[in-house]
């Protein structure tokens, strides 16, 4: 073999493992796409998501607004009984 031939089969030898090494950077670079694409969330998630969201603020305002009632029994029966106190009092002096 002369050195031209070998400098030849030299160069086609790293092109080739340039290929290899650039193939397996676009296979790593497809898996992390790949993995990026099945983290996002879709339409339909969203969706389902937001229903979910719905039925939860929905359970609060209920929640919410019975607690609102109780509190205004409460006070209501709080001023019944502070004004019959006061008269009660007034009475006796």
């Keep these: 073999m002369n050195e031209e031939t070998v ?19 676009f296979a790593a670079v497809e898996r992390e796409v790949a993995v990026i694409g099945s983290n996002y969330a879709t339409k339909e998630d969203l969706v389902k998501l937001e229903s979910r969201v ?16 109780r509190l205004i029994r409460w006070y209501f029966g709080t001023s019944v009984a502070l004004v019959a106190l006061v008269f009660s009092i007034g009475k006796l002096m």
Excluded: K, P
Aim: charged fraction near 30%.
């Design 54 to 69: 719905q039925d939860r603020l929905s359970r609060i305002e209920n929640t919410m607004s019975l607690i609102e009632n």
């Design 7 to 25: 400098m030849e089969e030299s160069s086609s030898a790293s092109y080739c493992g340039s290929a290899n090494g650039t193939e397996r950077r």
